[in-house]
């Protein structure tokens, strides 16, 4: 493989900021929680907002060291509760959770 788990983070990462046009003021709130690799062609990263459940799975391939747009996202919030943690986020931030948790099935760990 040539991609390092570290790579891969902030590819993920500056993906991930980008498709969501998150302004540069708040991208800090936003950071890699873990990486695996899979079959020795590509990763999974988790990215996270520090201090919140919530996360975003992205795979980043090693031949192309692209990213899939198709990333998915998990929080064990119910979507009644979509308000939850958010009070010190940026707004900006805050609307995109409460956004991906109204949408999104609960899951349980």
Same mark, same amino acid.
């Given at each position: 493989?040539? /991609?390092? @788990? ?10 991930? /900021?980008? $498709? !969501? ?12 929680? $873990?990486?695996?690799?899979? $079959?020795?062609? !590509?990763? *999974? *990263?988790?990215? =996270? *907002?520090? =201090?919140?459940?919530?996360? !975003? ?9 692209? %990213? $899939?747009? %198709? ?10 509760? +979509?308000?939850? =943690? ?5 707004? @900006? ?5 409460? +956004?991906?948790?109204? +949408?999104? /099935?609960?899951? +349980?760990?």
């Amino acid at each position: 493989m040539e /991609l390092t @788990s570290t790579v891969a983070e902030k590819l993920a990462l500056d993906f991930f /900021l980008e $498709d !969501w046009e998150i302004p540069e003021d708040d991208r800090d709130f936003f950071v890699p929680l $873990d990486s695996r690799v899979v $079959d020795d062609s !590509w990763y *999974v *990263v988790e990215i =996270g *907002v520090e =201090g919140l459940p919530d996360q !975003w799975v992205i795979q980043v391939y090693d031949e192309t060291k692209e %990213c $899939d747009p %198709c990333f998915t996202f998990v929080t064990p919030i119910k979507a009644s509760e +979509s308000e939850t =943690g958010l009070e010190e986020m940026p707004e @900006s931030i805050a609307e995109i959770l409460r +956004s991906e948790r109204q +949408s999104q /099935l609960v899951i +349980s760990r």
